[in-house]
């Protein structure tokens, strides 16, 4: 069984730095994609990055050049650099695997879920 388990939300200040990460196991397949979500109270879930099996990478507008997605393929974890937060990030991030290897940031292309890790930045 697929699980992903996803860490290291908390809280930071305006224009601070977090790293969150994923861990997968339980996975059958090599192939698939795998990325970041959040949904901020009150919002629908919104796709934050994705990155393929080619590696190309997809962001969404809002975090282009403050959010790094990355993945270290030989542990199993997903991970994604967080940079200049804004108090709009603050958010429950989700990390998801597609197993169609898409690069869309739609999140019902996604089969498996994590239990999210709580981010919250203050002004």
């Known amino acids: 069984q697929v699980q992903l388990v996803e860490s290291g939300g908390g809280s930071v200040q305006t224009g601070g730095s977090l790293r969150l990460s994923c861990v997968a196991s339980?996975?059958?397949?090599?192939?698939?994609?795998w990325g970041w979500f959040r949904r901020a109270p009150g919002k629908e879930r919104e796709g934050v990055a994705v990155v393929d099996r080619a590696g190309s990478t997809s962001y969404a507008e809002s975090v282009k050049g403050r959010f790094t997605i990355s993945e270290d393929s030989a542990v199993s974890t997903l991970y994604l650099q967080m940079s200049n937060v804004k108090p709009e990030d603050t958010a429950m991030y989700y990390c998801?695997?597609?197993?169609?290897?898409?690069?869309?940031?739609?999140?019902?292309?996604?089969?498996?879920w994590g239990q999210g890790t709580q981010v919250t930045v203050s002004s």
């Open positions: 998801a695997i597609d197993r169609d290897e898409g690069s869309s940031l739609q999140w019902w292309f996604f089969d498996y």
């Open positions: 339980g996975l059958t397949y090599i192939r698939y994609s």
